[in-house]
């Protein structure tokens, strides 16, 4: 059974860093992409960034220049390096693994961005 666990989320001031960390474990396979996906009160689940296994990258218009996403070479683990947060950044972010078809998600971890 394969299993997506997050974790690095927390309460940081507009302008800090946070650094997500997902680890999938139960897969004998490297998915095809791995991501991140972020849901705030009252709105849908939007694609932050993902990465695939060929290396290419995606990130939202939002956070360009300041997320960065990064995988282990070899392994079912994935970063996401969060800087200069803003407010509009609070939510719980998911990790998400491709594999075929299959999508398989974590149960997140909440980011809040505040003074």
């Known amino acids: 059974q394969v299993q997506l666990v997050e974790s690095g989320g927390g309460l940081v001031q507009p302008g800090g860093s946070l650094r997500l960390s997902c680890v999938a474990s139960?897969?004998?396979?490297?998915?095809?992409?791995m991501g991140w996906y972020r849901q705030a009160p009252g709105k849908e689940r939007e694609l932050v960034t993902s990465?695939?296994?060929?290396?290419?990258?995606k990130y939202a218009d939002s956070v360009k220049g300041r997320f960065i996403i990064s995988r282990e070479n070899g392994e079912n683990t994935v970063y996401l390096q969060m800087n200069s947060l803003k407010p509009e950044d609070t939510a719980v972010y998911y990790c998400?693994?491709?594999?075929?078809?299959?999508?398989?998600w974590g149960k997140g971890t909440l980011v809040t961005v505040s003074l």
């Open positions: 990465i695939s296994t060929g290396g290419g990258i």
């Open positions: 139960g897969s004998l396979f490297r998915f095809n992409a």
């Open positions: 998400n693994a491709e594999s075929g078809v299959i999508r398989y």
